[in-house]
């Protein structure tokens, strides 16, 4: 697990790094969210924001989803304020934690994101030039294939991911399929069509 808080609360969030790193993850800090998007945007990944309630969330949450970087954020403060913490999910957390913090509390949120199978996504340059030159069908057709792949043939599943109807998944892999491409079976590792 790692994690990158942002802001500063007195101390407060410094003892909530301690309780994740006793809890076993790794964390950095960054003061405001230029600083946070750089090291994001370097390479230094996360798989949870801690950040305080006086930063701009919503800003955040609008930088991240620009550089295509997909993280949870959690918000804290120094008060068990509702309307704060209601502002802070308004804006784009996931969790408002009322700091100082419970330990119990941060223990349940880094195994709740660590549960997620949601991986940390990031711009890619790579994935950008897996993707030039080729025809959007055949963009299409990988990413079906490579999400059905993931579900383990759970089409209901793999359909949901992609936010198409199961029937439209199933008629575009019966196509696959009578191209002799290889298609996984539903529910199965085993794969059908072209050997």
Known sequence: MRLLTIGTLKGQLTAAVKIARDKGASAVHADRIDTAMAMLCSGTGADLLMVDIAIDIRDLVLRLDAERIVVPVVACGTH???????????AGAREYIPLPPDPQMIGAILAAVAEDTCDLVCRDEGIANRIVGRTVADVERDLILETLKRCLGNRTHAADILGISVRTLRNKLTVYASDGVRVPPPNSGEVRGAA
């Open 80 to 90: 068990n304020d509702a309307p704060a913490a209601i502002a802070a999910i308004d």
